[in-house]
C-alpha cells in the first residue's frame, strides 16, 4: 500500500436549490481497503457514492481517483463498477448476457467472453446458471449476478449503494460474508453506502458515519463502538443508555454516585450527558472493581440469546436502565421481573458529551 | 461567503452523449416547425388585417358583430353541452356494468361499445340518414315524436353521441376500475346498505373520471367536423364555418378567431384533466386492495339487459350502414350488390385514397412510434442540455389541448406563406403524415413515459459504467422489453390516421386525397350510398388492423417478452 490514497475527496459540495446535501467532504481512501458510507437515510451518503460514480455532480470540490482528476469526467469516463440496491439487471437478457454486457462491447473474442462470463459466475457461487433470466432467481441470486457484472471489467473501484437491503435477514447476513472475502481475495478498492450499522461493522475496514451532509467520524469499526467522536456516532452505532450528569472538579455525579476515576470527565465541567452501552454494566454477585449500584428489574425484552432487561437504579437516577443479559445467566441466577440486583459500571467506558 | 460566488462544477460530456442530445435537438426542430409555428400563424392571422397590418382585436371585433357566427357558437355550446349531459349517465351506467358487476359477456360488450372508434365518426351520421332520413327506415317513428327531419341538431346531437360514447366509457371503466376493495369492506362491515355505499363511495371515487369524461365529450362534440357537415344541413356550428369562412369564403382572419376560440375549451379541459389525472392517481395508495365484484342476481340482470340495449343500438349503427352499403338502390332495390362499392372505389377515385390513407396511416404509425418513443426515451433517461427538455416536455403535451381543425387551420397559413422554405411541403403525404402524428402525438408520448418509468432507472448509469454507449442499451434492453407499448403506439396511430378528417381536410390536393376526406366529397355529392360504402370499408380496414397488430404482439412478444414467463 503506497502513501498515495487511491480515491481522495477534496471539499466536496453539493446544494440543489438552497437545500445542501452534502458540506466540506474531505476523504482520502487507500487501496484494496473497503470503506461504508453509514447514516440515517437523508444523511448524504448515496449522494456521496453517485458523485463518486459521477451520476450526480457535485456543486464544487474535486475527487481524484489513481491520480487522476475526476472531478468532471462523465461516468462512462471513470473506472468503477456498480451494483444498485434494485441490482439493475437486465430483465430480457440471460445471466452471461448481463454479466457480459460491457464484454461484448469490447469486441473480444466471443470463446474469451465466454470463458470469462464463466469464471465470473463461479466467482459468485452461481455456475451453470447462464441461461437463467434473472426473474427466475431469488433477490440474493440476483444480488450476486449484478456483482459479477459490476466486476467483469475488472474496474479499479466497487461502489456498493445498498446492496443487502432488498434481502430477508439470513440472506443478508450470508452474503455480507461473502461479499467480503470476495473483496479481500479480488483486493479490489470498494465503497459501500449501508444505513444497517451491522452491516457496516461486520463488513468494513473503515466507516465513514455520516449526518446531515457532514463527515461525523471515519474510523475502524472497533473505533466507531469504543470512541465514538459525537453523541451522533454513540446514539446511531449500537444501543447506548444515556443520563444526566453533572461534573464538578473532575467528579462526575450520576444520581446520587459520584465517579471521580472517569477519564472522558477531565476538563468539563457543568451539566452533561452521559452514555453508558449496555454491556458496559456488569451484573455481578460478588463485588468486584468498580462502582455499584443496587437494581430491581422492571422489565425483560426477550431477544433469543440475550436480552435487553431493563432496570430501575434509584441511586443512578429515575430513567430506566438497558442492561444486555445473556439467557442462560438469567436463569443461572433466576433473575426474573421484580428480582433485585447489583450493577457495576465500568467507569472507563463510560462516554460524556 | 466567497465559495457562492464559485461557479458550480458542470461535467464534461461524454461523445454518445452528444448523440442523444443532437437527436432531442432534431426533435425540438421539428415540434417547433410543426407545432409551434403553425398555432403561432393562427394567432398572428387573428391579429392582423388582410394585408398583414397589425389589426389589434379589430377581428374579433368583426367576428362578435356577425350574427350567424354568433348563433353557431351558441349552437356547439348547447349542442356539446347536451351530448355530455346525454353520454355521461349512460356511459357511466355501461363502464360500471363492465367493471363492477359479474354480468356475463363483459368482454363482448367491451369490444362492442368501442367499435365507432374504427371508422370516421360521420359513420353514425351517414346510417342517422338510412334509419330517420327523408328515405330513411324509421322516418314515421321520428315524425309521430314531433321530429320533422333528422337533419339539424336532433341527427347531429343523436350521431354525436355514439361517435363520443366509447371515449367517455373508456375513461370511466378506468376511474371504476381503480377501487379500494378495503373501502367497501369496512362499510359492509358497519353494515351500510348498498344504495348508501353507491352514493358515499363508488360515485365520489369515480368523481375525476366523470368530470374528465365530460370534458372529453364536450370538446370532442365541439370540435368535430365531419358529423355537423354530414347529417347538420343548414344547422351551423363553429367547427363548420370554419371551414365554410376558410375555404368558401377565403376569409382567413375570421377563420382563425373561430379557431382561437375552438382552441380554448380545449385548453381548458386539457388543464382541468391534468390537474385531475394527478389527483386520481394520488387517490390510489401502494396498499389498496383491487376490488373483486360479487355476484348479485337482479343487479346483474339488469346491467346485462341495459348493455344488450346498448350494444343493439350500437350494432344498429354500424349494420344499417354495412347494410346500405350493399344495397342495389335504397330505398327501392334492397337486393345485395357491391353497385357502392365499384361506384366509390373506381368511379369516385376512392380507391387512389385508400392507398394514400393506407401510405399515410402505415407513415404514421412507423415514423410517429419511432419519434414518439426516441423522444420519450430521451427526455426521461439521458441526461444534459437542460435548455432543449422543458420545451420538448412542453411540445410533446400540447397536442392533446390542439382540435384537429385549428393545428390544419395552423398548417394552411404555415405552410402556405410566402418564403417559408418549407412550402415545398405544402399539399404532399409528407406534410398530413406529420400533422396527423403531431395530431395525435400526446397519446402516444404518455403511453410511452409510462412504459419507460417502469424500468430501472439505473439502466443507463449501469451501461455507462460498463462502458456502454446508451444507445445501445436503448436498442437492446428498453426497446425489447417496451414492445407491447410500441405495438400500442403504433395501433393507436395507424388507426386515428385512417380514421381522420379534422386535421387534413385543410391539407390535401386532388393527388393526395385520403378515404376519410373522399366519404365527405362523395356524400357532399350525393352519394350517401358509395359514402356509407367507403365508411364501412375504412372501419373493416381499422378492424384488421387492429387484428393484425393484435396477432404481432403475440408474435413479438413471443420474441422478446420469454423472461417475463417464470
Known sequence: MSDRPFLSLRRIQKSFGSFVALRDIDLNIAQGELVCFLGPSGCGKTTLLRIIAGLEVQTQGSVEQAGRDISRLPPADRDYGIVFQSYALFPNLSVADNVGYGLVNRRLPAAQIRERVQELIALVGLPGSGAKFPSQLSGGQQQRIALARALAMQPGLLLLDEPLSALDALERVRLRQEIRSLQQQLGVTTIMVTHDQEEALSMADRIVVMNHGVIEQVGTPLEIYREPASSFVADFVGKVNVLPGHIEAGVLRLGQLSLAQVGAAQGRSGAVKVYLRPEDILVRTASSGGPQVDARIAKIEFLGAFCHVQVHAPQIGDKPLVVDLSLNFLSEQGLREGSDLVLTLMPERIKIY | ?566
Open chain 2, 1 to 566: 461567503m466567497s465559495e457562492l460566488t464559485l461557479t458550480p462544477v458542470r461535467q464534461k460530456a461524454h461523445w454518445s452523449d452528444w448523440i442523444g442530445r443532437a437527436v432531442l435537438a432534431a426533435v425540438l426542430l421539428l415540434l417547433l416547425a410543426f407545432l409551434a409555428a403553425p398555432l403561432l400563424a393562427i394567432l398572428m392571422q387573428a391579429l392582423e388585417d388582410s394585408e398583414g397590418n397589425w389589426a389589434g382585436l379589430t377581428n374579433f371585433w368583426a367576428y362578435v358583430q356577425t350574427p350567424t357566427l354568433l348563433s353557431s357558437l351558441w349552437n356547439s355550446l348547447w349542442v356539446s353541452a347536451l351530448v355530455t349531459v346525454i353520454v355521461l349517465p349512460l356511459a357511466f351506467v355501461f363502464a360500471y356494468a363492465l367493471v363492477r358487476s359479474c354480468m356475463p359477456l363483459a368482454g363482448l360488450f367491451r369490444a362492442i361499445s368501442l367499435i365507432p372508434l374504427l371508422a370516421p365518426s360521420l359513420l353514425s351520421a351517414i346510417s342517422l340518414i338510412y334509419w330517420f332520413g327523408n328515405q330513411g327506415v324509421l322516418k314515421e317513428f321520428l315524425s309521430a315524436l314531433g321530429v320533422a327531419q333528422i337533419y339539424g341538431p336532433v341527427g347531429v346531437v343523436i350521431a354525436e353521441c355514439f361517435a363520443v360514447f366509447p371515449h367517455a366509457v373508456m375513461i370511466l371503466v378506468t376511474a371504476l376500475a381503480l377501487a379500494d376493495a378495503r373501502l367497501y369492506e369496512a362499510a359492509d362491515a358497519l353494515g351500510t346498505g348498498a344504495v348508501r355505499q353507491f352514493f358515499t363511495i363508488t360515485l365520489p371515487g369515480a368523481k375525476y373520471g366523470l368530470i374528465s369524461a365530460a370534458l372529453v365529450s364536450f370538446t370532442l362534440v365541439v370540435t368535430d367536423f365531419g358529423i355537423p357537415k354530414v347529417i347538420g344541413g343548414n344547422f351551423n356550428m363553429m367547427a363548420t364555418d370554419i371551414f365554410k369562412l376558410v375555404i368558401g369564403q377565403q376569409d382567413f382572419a375570421k377563420g382563425a378567431v373561430v379557431a382561437l376560440l375552438l382552441l380554448s375549451p380545449a385548453v381548458l379541459s386539457f388543464a382541468v384533466d391534468r390537474y385531475v389525472s394527478r389527483r386520481q392517481t394520488a387517490m390510489l395508495t401502494a396498499r389498496a386492495v383491487a376490488l373483486r365484484p360479487k355476484p348479485s342476481r337482479w343487479r346483474d340482470r339488469a346491467l346485462l339487459l341495459y348493455c344488450l340495449l346498448v350494444s343493439a343500438l350500437m350494432l344498429a349503427m354500424l349494420g344499417m350502414a354495412v347494410f346500405a352499403s350493399f344495397a342495389s338502390f335504397w330505398p327501392y332495390n334492397l337486393s345485395p350488390s357491391l353497385h357502392h362499392y365499384r361506384l366509390g372505389l373506381v368511379d369516385g377515385d376512392v380507391g387512389e385514397g385508400f392507398i394514400n390513407s393506407l401510405k399515410m396511416a402505415g407513415g404514421t404509425a412507423l415514423f410517429g412510434t419511432v419519434l414518439v418513443f426516441t423522444s420519450a426515451y430521451l427526455l426521461e433517461k439521458t441526461r444534459g442540455l437542460d435548455g432543449l427538455r422543458a420545451p420538448v416536455q412542453a411540445l410533446a403535451i400540447v397536442p392533446m389541448a390542439v382540435p384537429g381543425l385549428v393545428l390544419g387551420l395552423g398548417y394552411i397559413f404555415f405552410f402556405n406563406m410566402p418564403g417559408n422554405p418549407l412550402h415545398g411541403l405544402y399539399h404532399t403525404l409528407t406534410l398530413l403524415t406529420l400533422c396527423t402524428i403531431v395530431h395525435f402525438y400526446t397519446t402516444g408520448h404518455l403511453t410511452a413515459v409510462t412504459a419507460l418509468k417502469s424500468l430501472d432507472a439505473e439502466f443507463e448509469a449501469v451501461s455507462a459504467s460498463l462502458k456502454v454507449p446508451f444507445y445501445k442499451t436503448f436498442w437492446r434492453v428498453t426497446v425489447p422489453i417496451c414492445t407491447p407499448a410500441l405495438i400500442d403506439i403504433a395501433r393507436y396511430f395507424f388507426i386515428n390516421a385512417m380514421t381522420t378528417i379534422s386535421a387534413v381536410v385543410f391539407l390535401y390536393s386532388p393527388e393526395t386525397k385520403v378515404a376519410s376526406i373522399a366519404i365527405l366529397n362523395l356524400d357532399e355529392a350525393g352519394d350517401i350510398g358509395a359514402a356509407a360504402a367507403m365508411a364501412v370499408l375504412i372501419a373493416a380496414i381499422s378492424a384488421l388492423a387492429t387484428a393484425l397488430f393484435a396477432l404481432l404482439g403475440v408474435w413479438v412478444g413471443r420474441r422478446t417478452q420469454a423472461w417475463r414467463r417464470p
